[in-house]
């Protein structure tokens, strides 16, 4: 990497992004030595501009930022950072520096687990779709994700995209369903999926 240190005094910014969902977590400075103590250790660590010198992120809380991948910016000046968080990201306790905790968001996924969760909490008084499912118990649950399974795999067969990816949007919505019948989300399997990617 050619990064450009001399614009800012021998700085540049470092924005600090979780590898698995994609939110920003902080703003660094780093220089040259900082930089390739984060690749030596594989440990996020910067330049403080207030303590002037080199530090560690969690060097002693613990909440370190592993590494994951550096790419740098078009103008050559500006790190991207990709890290697995070990722990909450701002000294205040939450998950970024913006005061936000949702370490396991996972942008649209995450908003539809909420209303899949909202009417099944209510699947009583509820007439939508999804608080009938609900109601027809696991089994009408479980049969619902075979029968869209089914549909993707005839819909693979054929070369009608459209109709692949609608019947494929059909299983997804109906297998984050199943998650929550059995008292699951996705984020459970995401962990698994990672275990096995290591």
Not at 48 to 59: A, C, D, F, N, V
Request: with cysteine; aromatic share 8%.
């Amino acid at each position: 990497m050619n990064i450009d240190f001399n614009k800012n005094n021998g700085l540049v910014p470092a924005i600090i992004q979780d590898a698995t969902t994609n939110n920003v977590l902080m703003l660094g400075y780093m220089n040259e030595e900082a930089l390739k103590k984060t690749i030596d250790l594989n440990l996020v660590t910067f330049f403080s501009r207030t303590k002037q010198r080199i530090w560690t992120k969690g060097e002693k809380s613990g909440n370190v930022l592993n590494l994951v991948s550096i790419k740098l910016d078009c103008d050559n000046d500006t790190l991207l950072i990709k890290v697995h968080p070990k722990g909450p990201t701002c000294h205040k306790g939450s998950d970024s520096c913006w005061n936000e905790n949702n370490s396991q968001q996972y942008g649209f996924l995450t908003e539809l687990e909420s209303i899949i969760e909202t009417r099944k909490n209510s699947a009583s008084k509820d007439t939508s779709y999804i608080a009938s499912l609900f109601s027809k118990g696991i089994n009408k649950i479980a049969q619902k994700v075979g029968e869209e399974a089914v549909e993707v795999i005839i819909e693979a067969k054929d070369t009608n995209d459209d109709l692949f990816l609608n019947e494929s949007a059909d299983l997804l919505f109906h297998y984050l369903i199943l998650l929550q019948a059995k008292g699951y989300k996705i984020e459970n399997v995401i962990e698994i999926l990672q275990k096995r990617s290591r």
